[in-house]
């Protein structure tokens, strides 16, 4: 009997896993490193400090899909008192509110947004060039990209529009991603998935894995781009220095510091999900995107410039640290004139198919990672001559 057999067991692999699994079909998920979840993994204890996500979008797509399986499992919000401790570096000092020219931005509905328009000229012409610039860098939080506003302002406005709604869409998996990764592959495995882990595909194992049937190429781009051979494989990310603290809490530290006068990001984990870190102390990751050949130094020492005015005494209560740079880690980023319609194609014909968060799907940040995984999902069962309930497709903004 033919098989589908999926590389890769991140969110893309594992939602395309148990889309194909549904409609009976024999599925085999291979995952090169010992333990599943791809960029969604969380670390072991003390500290839960994630890899790649922190928070799913409950609007999106994905999050209908992972109820209607009871996949979701606890979730936490923002507690309405740290709402309040939510601070915006601009003019080189700590403000309570962000520019009013901002919040009218925010509003704007993405429709009216250029696809072919950069996001700063196209947003200076609607509230001028300080809200202009300051939107673009507090977008920084869902786009990991070193100048914003150089990017397609479609693309821009509706991830501004998402990532400033009220209430605020975005929801925490208690005790890290590691958890929601857990029940994904536990129903997978109970829908008879066949899950292999610590053992790399190479290229010279995808044309005996494509004699069984399908093969889902669920990896990074450019690990995708070396396992096929294929040097179109290519789509801009985003570059960003990560710096993690975990820090003895003192009251009245911020939940979170958004730098508006260059894209930057602090955000205080603990403050949703107190699970995150042993008890008296706090879990912050700072985010600063650094354009190409910008030495991750320098993100580091502007990280700890904003901890030094929003976190008094971090140094002295720090109790654990850790860098690192994630370069083209971060989802798919769309220049002026493309679309998620341009990126490589899910589809590459002769039975391979592509999945992950650089893809042609649409999405929100992981979102793009479950779309692109359930519609490869569909064309592999496909592929088999079998049929999927449409119900089961990611759908999706253009």
Do not use: C
């Amino acid at each position: 009997m033919q098989r589908i057999h999926i590389v890769g067991g991140g969110l893309a692999g594992l939602a395309a896993a148990v889309t194909a699994a549904e409609s009976r079909a024999p599925v085999t998920l291979h995952e090169a490193h010992r333990t599943l979840g791809g960029r969604a993994r969380t670390s072991e204890g003390p500290y839960l400090t994630n890899e790649g996500p922190h928070a799913l979008y409950r609007r999106g797509p994905h999050w209908a899909w992972l109820e209607q399986r009871g996949l979701l499992g606890p979730f936490a919000s923002v507690p309405p008192r740290e709402g309040t401790r939510f601070l915006f570096h601009r003019g080189g000092a700590l403000r309570r509110t962000p520019p009013l020219a901002l919040l009218r931005l925010a509003r704007v509905n993405p429709r009216s947004a250029p696809v072919g328009s950069d996001f700063h000229s196209w947003a200076t012409g609607r509230v001028g060039e300080e809200g202009a610039r300051a939107a673009a860098h507090y977008m920084g939080v869902a786009l990991f990209h070193h100048d914003p506003g150089s990017l397609s302002a479609a693309f821009v406005q509706e991830r501004l529009r998402r990532a400033t709604a009220l209430p605020p869409e975005a929801r925490y998996p208690v005790g890290g991603w590691a958890r929601l990764v857990e029940r994904m592959a536990s129903h997978a495995r109970g829908l008879g998935v066949r899950i292999e882990t610590g053992g790399r595909v190479g290229p010279g194992d995808l044309e005996d894995l494509r004699r069984a049937g399908p093969v889902i190429v669920a990896t990074q781009l450019d690990s995708a781009r070396t396992l096929l051979g294929d040097p179109s494989l290519t789509w801009d990310s985003g570059r960003t220095a990560l710096l993690d603290l975990a820090l003895r809490t003192r009251r009245g530290d911020p939940f979170i510091v958004s730098d508006l006068d260059a894209p930057g990001w602090i955000e205080r984990f603990t403050a949703q999900d107190p699970t995150l870190a042993p008890s008296g102390e706090q879990l912050v990751q700072a985010q600063i995107p650094l354009a190409p050949g910008a030495a991750r130094a320098d993100a580091v020492r502007r990280a700890e410039h904003l901890l030094d005015l929003g976190f008094p005494g971090w140094r002295d209560r720090t109790t654990w640290r850790r860098e690192a740079l994630a370069s083209g880690r971060t989802g798919a980023v769309d220049k002026p004139g493309t679309t998620w319609r341009d990126r490589p194609a899910v589809d590459r014909g002769d039975g391979i198919l592509l999945a992950g968060d650089q893809v042609a799907a649409p999405g929100l940040l992981s979102e793009v990672a479950f779309a692109s995984g359930i519609e490869a999902a569909v064309l592999a069962v496909g592929l088999l001559g079998g049929s999927t309930p449409s119900t089961q497709r990611a759908t999706g903004s253009s």
